[in-house]
């Protein structure tokens, strides 16, 4: 039923309320932005990103003079979609002086709402226009001679004149362990550098330019002795780089936007800082993009949630149309909920960014970095459930291609893959606890807003993370998950007490539904979601023909 509605930002109940919130009064500017991508999310973008899905691209490794061009080659559809996303400024803004001046100190939670709306319509190119703010961002704040070089030209919001960013980070043997690189980099006579390895994982192919971590000669093993380097497509002089695109990968989701092996042949490329430091530069990147993740996997859930309440209004089983059945009911509110609690913690976390950014607030700076692998590994496993449980609403239609609901849940697999799997992200959250003593500040930042339904919640986390701070060290792996998940779950719980207590008799009884149907004491409890179906879900199904 995709493009049904007209503007997926006006009957958003919860983005519009949460925006409000967290922009205050700024958010009459910024109104105007969300509308007009929910616009755009809900018509042009959602058909062209169907075209782009049933078109992946191919890559033409030799001109038919026989010269090597490695050239990936798009179709149509997906460039008329970098012309909508990056024109719009969903990279560029940051550095518009008029944005600026508006949304600077609320620049993530715009960015994120923007991004969650698109996301909904095209999950492949959301992903290099990550990549691309990724890229900017890391040279704007660990190398200024490369950001006032290249700057301009990867916030461009003219297509011709952009050039995009990428992080060609993985390899065969490594996987995770990033400190196994072996891409080395060797420093030339004239002060410049080449690279020589392989990266098996690289998204956003075509992008002009990319960040490559790659191990110095004679630098330390492991991830200390790792340096970061800016590697272009092309040469100052116009020539081809060194680097060789292998294959094409043949992937399961995320088709529309490129993805390969590349290999480089001493390729050049543009130290970024210092050598010592490349590991950490890229671990502000990986940061970032993991928000970047939060917001599709929250984007994924809506957009599950959207087809199933549509279709369910339509379709009839045993002579009755299937959302009268108490069942489907529970399912689709459950759905509503589940998205908005995922939604409030990715803004949450992107008003904790802010918060750090531009106020200098060392506890948000914490807060931030204990948030984004909790919400990044919990709103990706919430995605793949979503997606799955559309399928089922819409029974055998929503297994056939025709239907978004196939797409959604092919992209929706890798959520969980990119930028961390959940065990590494839990890995991640002991590091925050132990060695960025982020803990207490999170527990804090809970306790701010949690009111008399969620502060038990807040007391058994608390005495959770005690148990397993006072663990052995192979205890800690054991708990980590887990307490990742409470503390996911605790998050989201406080947030929705916290919006329902300056809301209405909807957002109130959404948190009966949360606390209700994640109670640990009970076992599948769902009277009270199959009762509140007209309640949480009739002001969108209304709007369903």
């Not at 033409?60 to 979609?81: N, Q």
């Not at 990056?86 to 518009?96: A, E, I, M």
């Not at 040469?235 to 060194?242: K, L």
């Not at 010592?276 to 502000?284: E, L």
Request: charged content about 30%; aromatic content about 8%.
């Amino acid at each position: 039923m995709a493009g049904v509605e007209t503007n997926w930002f006006e009957d958003d109940v919860a983005l519009r309320e949460a925006a409000a919130r967290l922009l205050g009064k700024r958010y009459a500017a910024a109104e105007p932005y969300l509308r007009e991508m929910g616009r755009l999310a809900a018509g042009p973008l959602d058909t062209l990103a169907r075209e782009a899905d049933a078109n992946p691209p191919v890559l033409v490794p030799y001109d038919r003079e026989g010269t090597r061009i490695d050239e990936i080659r798009h179709h149509p559809s997906y460039r008329e979609m970098e012309r909508i996303a990056y024109g719009f400024g969903l990279v560029g803004l940051k550095r518009d002086e008029r944005f600026l001046a508006s949304f600077g100190p609320y620049r993530a939670v715009l960015k994120f709402s923007l991004g969650y709306l698109f996301s909904q319509a095209e999950a492949g190119l959301y992903c290099p226009v990550c990549l691309t703010d990724g890229t900017l961002f890391v040279l704007d704040r660990h190398d200024p001679e490369l950001a006032r070089r290249f700057g301009p030209r990867l916030a461009a919001m003219d297509r011709d004149g952009l050039q995009q960013g990428a992080m060609f980070l993985t390899e065969i043997q490594g996987g995770s362990d990033v400190g196994a690189t072996l891409t080395a980099a060797r420093r030339e006579a004239d002060g410049t550098w080449r690279l020589t390895g392989e990266k098996w994982f690289c998204s956003n192919a075509s992008a002009e330019l990319a960040l490559v971590l790659a191990r110095p000669e004679g630098a330390p093993p492991g991830t200390r002795g790792l340096a970061l380097f800016l590697v272009p497509r092309t040469r100052p002089d116009g020539t081809r780089n060194s680097l060789v695109v292998r294959r094409l990968k043949d992937k399961l989701g995320t088709r529309s936007m490129a993805t390969a092996e590349i290999g480089f042949e001493g390729a050049l490329g543009y130290l970024v800082g210092r050598a010592d430091k490349g590991f950490a530069y890229m671990t502000d990147m990986l940061n970032l993009s993991r928000l970047y993740n939060a917001a599709a996997s929250a984007a994924c859930l809506r957009r599950a949630y959207r087809e199933a309440t549509l279709r369910a209004r339509t379709r009839e089983a045993f002579g009755e149309r299937i959302d009268r059945y108490p069942l489907v009911r529970r399912t689709l509110v459950r759905m509503a909920v589940e998205a908005e609690a995922n939604l409030l913690a990715v803004l949450d976390a992107a008003a904790a960014t802010d918060a750090a950014e531009f106020e200098k607030d060392e506890r948000a700076d914490l807060v931030a970095r204990l948030l984004t692998p909790v919400v990044k590994a919990y709103t990706a496993e919430c995605a793949i459930r979503a997606a799955s449980q559309a399928l089922e609403i819409l029974g055998g239609n929503g297994y056939v291609e025709e239907w978004v609901t196939p797409r959604l849940f092919r992209d929706a697999q890798v959520l969980p893959i990119w930028e961390g799997t959940a065990n590494i992200l839990s890995l991640d959250l002991l590091r925050a606890i132990f060695r960025e003593r982020a803990w207490p500040p999170f527990l804090s930042h809970l306790a701010a807003r949690a009111g008399e339904r969620t502060k038990g919640l807040v007391d058994r986390l608390a005495a959770a993370g005690d148990s397993v701070l006072s663990a052995s060290e192979a205890e800690r792996a054991l708990l980590c998950r887990s307490l990742l998940e409470r503390a996911a779950r605790t998050h989201q719980a406080v947030l929705l007490e916290d919006r329902a207590r300056a809301a209405g008799e909807r957002e109130a009884r959404v948190l009966e539904i949360y606390l209700d149907e994640w109670s640990e004491e009970r076992f599948s409890p769902g009277r009270l979601a199959a009762l509140s179906y007209e309640t949480v879900c009739g002001e969108e199904i209304s709007r369903a023909p």
